[in-house]
Every structure is written in structure tokens, then in C-alpha cells.
């Protein structure tokens, strides 16, 4: 899977590729990250990619086409490595707020020959003539102001490496928050009492159908307790 990342701070980037999850299945090849800054495709000496808002206003707007000529070269680059399709993502505080179902969906897609290129905004935004030639969806990791799209993009694509094929353990996937609806239950690990607080004894019974039906209880309780809009999903979609 390949994913090209349209950025004014690339090195931002390393983070992925250097801890967890995500690196670890960087090193296997399982996914690869290329990044383009738009200053490359800048015509002027000062390498400007920003300008002031038609209409005044505050701040700055990222000018259209150091973007175009960054998303055009993600594109040649994934054709030559073998992507049949590219999807380009436009991280936005504005765009569809992402979701479990959306993240499985594009690693899915990635996995199936599609490159992503994800396009992240600086200052005020992003001209809104480049989205509309060249961004397939906006998204948006939640309803707050991030001072750049760097971080979301992070999120989004930590989010769908876990779901490429060999990067996790299945179980690990099917078994967490949102898979089936709902949140994950308590866990508890070593020593069995911390600090006057005992683990469950259920969990410790070895019995296996007890330990299920109990966790199931503890998600179902949790959801309503936290995520009751979960459930009315739930319900909804039945
Ligand atoms: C300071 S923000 C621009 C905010 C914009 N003027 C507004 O009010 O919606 C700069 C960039 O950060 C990114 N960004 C900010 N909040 C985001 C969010 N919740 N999800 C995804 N990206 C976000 C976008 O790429 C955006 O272009």
C-alpha cells in the first residue's frame, strides 16, 4: 500500500515510521509513505505557497497549485508503483468526521490497489478551486481546530495501517472499540491486587464462557454508560 502525504512540515511524518505499530509494519513493507511539499513547486525565490484571502479577511490561504503539482506527482509515483486508482483525502476541520467503518473501508481499498494521497492544509485552509478539481472527500478527525492537517493526516493513517493485511493479528482488529458496534471492555493485567484494588475474580476462574459473558456485559455497559449514540446506531441499522 502506498500513501503520499502533501505537506509543508514532511518530517513531521518520521513519527510513523519510526515507533509502533505503524513502523513495524513500515520496515515489513507492508505499507510506504511518500512526502511532497508543496515549497518544491513553488515558482518564486521565497518558494511562496500562501496568499492573502480574496474578500480580506484573517491569515493566509494555501495557493492552489503547488498543491495540484504535488497531488500530480503522488499520482505518477503510485502509477509506477503499481496503484491503479488514487483517492485523494483532504484533511478538514470542515470534512466528514471519520469513523471505524470509513478507516476499515480505505484500508481495504489501499489493500486492493488504491493509493492514498492525503493533503494537509496550513493557515486558514486550502483554495477551494484545488478541492474541487482534486480532492475526493474531506475529512475531519473531530469537531476542533487543529493548527494543521499534519496531525489528522497522522491519526488517519495510523488508524488504517493497523487494518492492512499481516500489520496486526486479526482477533486484535475484530476484538477492539467500534468493530461490532461497541466499546472495548476493562482490561487488567499484573498483580492481581494494585494498591488495595483487586482484578475481577471472574477473570481469574479460567473459565472461558464465564470470562466472555462477562466482558460482553462490561462493553455493553461501558457503550451505554459512555457511547449510548453507539447503540442507537446499532439499532438504527438493524
Ligand atoms: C487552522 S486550520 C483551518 C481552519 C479553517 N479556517 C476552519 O475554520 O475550518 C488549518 C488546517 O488544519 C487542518 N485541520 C484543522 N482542524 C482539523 C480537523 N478537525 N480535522 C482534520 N484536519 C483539520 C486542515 O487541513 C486545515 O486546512
Known sequence: MQIDVVSLFPPMFSVLTQYGISRRAHELGTWQLNCWDPRSFATDVHRTVDDRPFGGGPGMVLMAEPLAQCVEAARRSQQAGGCERTHVIALSASGVPLVDARVRALAAAAAGRTGLVLVCGRYEGIDQRFVEAFVDEEISIGDFVLSGGEIAAMALIDAV????????????????SFADGRLDGPQFTRPETWRGRAVPAVLLSGNHGHIARWRE???????????????????RSK
Open 217 to 235: 456485559e462490561q462493553a455493553l455497559a461501558r457503550t451505554r454508560r459512555l457511547r449510548p449514540d453507539l447503540l442507537q446506531e446499532d439499532v
Open 161 to 176: 495501517v493497523r487494518h492492512l493485511p499481516g500489520a496486526l493479528k486479526a482477533e486484535s482488529v475484530q476484538e477492539e
